[in-house]
């Protein structure tokens, strides 16, 4: 098993610019999130989803959309990036709602 | 979801017992406790949780109070490479499953 593969591991963009962070995992777990991590501080909770089609919002849910089209991929979409967004995004994955999450390697999103 | 309070920061000399404490005073009774840990700048690390029982695995103990108010880590021999960000956090098992992260205890293991 690869795990929880996040693809790409660094980006830069320019304000306004808009991309996919990508989210695969290959373990057949139903649940998914999405965290972002600013420096020096805790993971907040982007978005979530508990299943394909399911998806719903978490703490900081702004400027982020999200879609669950299959079991094995969860891609986070930021629609018009601002220099606020700039953070490490985690993905994580776990088979149920009794297990603890496997987290990825992160995301680090640089917007200029 | 019930909220955590953790210490900012604690040392611990190595291979001594790392004990990291947890306040979660507003737990409700189906609610879990998780602990996670973060070394450096990687993805968060799951440890253990439990609901009521004491709960050991092969990286942690945890004890959870009789009345659920408040938990503790253990790591009974801490090395070099415990020294991490430590999350304590409080769930239910059901339903939307959000996990919510605290800012967590840093975790110094000195030499």
């Known amino acids: 098993n690869a795990g929880v593969t996040q693809t790409p591991k660094f980006q830069v963009l320019k304000t306004g610019q808009s991309m996919t962070l990508q989210c695969a995992q290959d373990?057949?777990?139903?649940?998914m999130s999405w965290y972002r991590q600013d420096p020096g501080m805790g993971l907040r909770l982007i978005h979530y989803?508990?299943?394909?089609?399911?998806?719903d919002q978490g703490e900081v849910p702004n400027g982020y959309n999200v879609s669950r089209s299959t079991t094995e991929d969860f891609p986070l979409r930021l629609l018009s990036a601002a220099p606020s967004q700039t953070s490490v995004y985690f993905c994580?994955?776990?088979?149920?709602?009794?297990?603890?999450?496997?987290f990825g390697s992160g995301t680090r999103l640089t917007v200029v | 979801d019930a909220k955590t309070t953790q210490p900012t920061s604690m040392d611990c000399a190595e291979g001594r017992a790392a004990n990291l404490p947890c306040n979660h005073s507003?737990?409700?009774?189906?609610?879990?406790v998780y602990w996670y840990r973060q070394i450096h700048s990687q993805g968060p690390q799951y440890i253990i949780h439990?609901?009521?029982n004491n709960e050991t695995n092969e990286m942690a103990s945890l004890i959870i109070t009789e009345d659920r108010k408040s938990s503790t880590l253990i790591l009974p021999h801490a090395t070099l490479r415990d020294t991490a960000v430590y999350y304590c956090?409080?769930?239910?098992?059901?339903?939307?499953?959000?996990?919510?992260f605290g800012a967590g205890t840093r975790l110094f293991v000195k030499a």
């Open positions: 994580a994955s776990s088979y149920s709602v009794g297990e603890g999450y496997t």
């Open positions: 373990m057949n777990h139903e649940y």
């Open positions: 989803s508990v299943g394909a089609g399911i998806t």
């Open positions: 507003t737990i409700s009774g189906n609610e879990y």
């Open positions: 439990g609901l009521k």
């Open positions: 956090i409080v769930r239910v098992n059901t339903g939307g499953f959000k996990t919510i």
